[in-house]
């Protein structure tokens, strides 16, 4: 068990599929061939000439609604994202969840918790420059009582790291990982490289929209899609602009996962911690620092 930073561009790219997967998963079940917007006929090519295939009703509503979601999407300067996903069997005993809630905008600031099994935290990141994660109390005690499991010297070993780091933030630097250091990658906080999964969506899809409902305390729109074993709504706001505010999905297998968007164009509020509060990651080095801060 560990939290890891990143050393090279494949860790990061798994921080950020983490912060960003439904994201980009709702643009792979929202995309379907760019819909026209204004009716419910769908241009259809065939060899020699074009003719309009008319779409059902709920089809038709469904890819307007979708455009319009991505569009505004693409328009924000900031967003609060929360992405909850748990893969494996409650019953089974072999559930694992991951949670990460941010708020981020387009300079690469971004505030938020974020949870891995038993280790949580907030974390903060200043314009792309330095990332802060402050871990809770009893991520640390509950990993002292794992690491008194395994005997006398990873104890010792574990005691010494959550000494340092009990009500400190840790500070990493940002990058690509290529100095060989640990550093969190500042993709995950920039909302121009989250919603560059919505680039370059393709592919076919039926999308149909459902009644209106009320869900997350407002009334909304669901957008349901099933396909390749993956069942898929996503919901949009039923009253005045359609911005999307939340989605669930359901894989074969039991996998799931749910996402929230809120407070669009809200400015996220990201400062340094005072330098009291703050331990480098470099001290960590030489103590289980770096790529494994909490192997056990």
């Not at 395994?150 to 630097?173: C, D, H, I, N, W």
């Not at 209106?212 to 099933?226: A, K, N, S």
């Not at 669930?248 to 164009?265: C, F, N, P």
């Amino acid at each position: 068990m560990g939290l890891r930073t990143g050393r090279g561009t494949r860790g990061g790219a798994r921080r950020r599929w983490t912060r960003a997967a439904a994201v980009a998963l709702v643009a792979g079940s929202l995309a379907s061939a760019t819909a026209a917007c204004g009716g419910e006929r769908k241009p259809v090519r065939l060899s020699g000439g074009t003719f309009e295939k008319e779409l059902p009703r709920d089809e038709a509503r469904g890819q307007q609604l979708t455009e319009r979601a991505l569009a505004l999407m693409r328009a924000t300067h900031s967003m609060r994202i929360n992405v909850a996903q748990t893969k494996g069997s409650a019953a089974g005993g072999t559930a694992r969840r991951q949670e990460v809630t941010l708020h981020v905008d387009r300079e690469s600031n971004c505030t938020g918790t974020v949870q891995q099994g038993i280790v949580r935290g907030e974390m903060i990141m200043v314009k792309g420059r330095a990332t802060y994660v402050r871990f809770q109390d009893s991520s640390l005690d509950a990993l002292s009582s794992l690491a008194r499991a395994r005997g006398p010297e990873t104890s010792a070993q574990m005691e010494r790291r959550v000494g340092m780091l009990r009500g400190k933030y840790v500070k990493f630097p940002t990058g690509d990982g290529s100095s060989g250091r640990g550093v969190m990658p500042s993709a995950q906080c920039d909302l121009d490289e989250v919603l560059g999964n919505f680039d370059d969506v393709g592919g076919t899809t039926t999308i149909r929209a459902q009644d209106p409902t009320w869900r997350y305390g407002r009334q909304v729109i669901p957008l349901v899609e099933h396909q390749d074993g993956t069942d898929t709504t996503v919901y949009v706001a039923a009253e005045g602009k359609p911005y999307l505010v939340g989605m669930e999905l359901e894989e074969r297998g039991g996998d799931r996962m749910t996402m929230r968007i809120s407070d669009y164009d809200e400015p996220v509020e990201a400062k340094a911690p005072p330098a009291a509060q703050t331990i480098d990651a470099s001290e960590l080095d030489g103590i289980g620092g770096g790529a494994g801060l909490f192997e056990v």
